[in-house]
């Protein structure tokens, strides 16, 4: 599985942006695919996943702002982010896992995707 994450830029505080992952390869429909973001000097941080059933799961500072969905025909997962603020600004990354069969686990990640948050 490849990944490709798109959609960050500018914006200013208050402001939406609309992330994509997009996957290429087989079977995208058995892998939790997690947002993760990086903010200079910091740790990279989980901030939302969505599980093969499509069950969400967000870190507290964005829930009720940011809204994470799949679309498996397409080999797709979003994250909409609304109401954001200048804390928002990080390197955004997808990442897929899941556990094979064969009881390994298989991890793959996207190149990130640069969000910035600023008047």
């Known amino acids: 599985v490849q990944l490709q994450a798109s959609g960050g830029g500018l914006v200013q505080p208050g402001g939406s942006l609309k992330l994509s992952c997009a996957a290429s390869?087989?079977?995208?429909?058995?892998?939790?695919v997690t947002w993760y973001r990086q903010a200079p000097g910091k740790e990279r941080d989980m901030v939302a996943s969505?599980?093969?059933?499509?069950?969400?799961n967000y870190v507290d500072s964005v829930k009720g702002r940011f809204t994470i969905s799949r679309d498996n025909a397409k080999n797709m997962v979003y994250l909409q982010m609304n109401r954001l603020k200048p804390d928002d600004t990080a390197v955004y990354y997808c990442?897929?896992?899941?556990?094979?069969?064969?009881?390994?686990?298989?991890?793959?990640w996207g190149q990130g995707t640069q969000v910035t948050v600023s008047a």
């Open positions: 990442r897929a896992e899941r556990i094979t069969p064969l009881n390994k686990m298989d991890v793959y």
């Open positions: 390869g087989g079977f995208f429909d058995t892998y939790t």
């Open positions: 969505i599980s093969t059933d499509s069950t969400p």
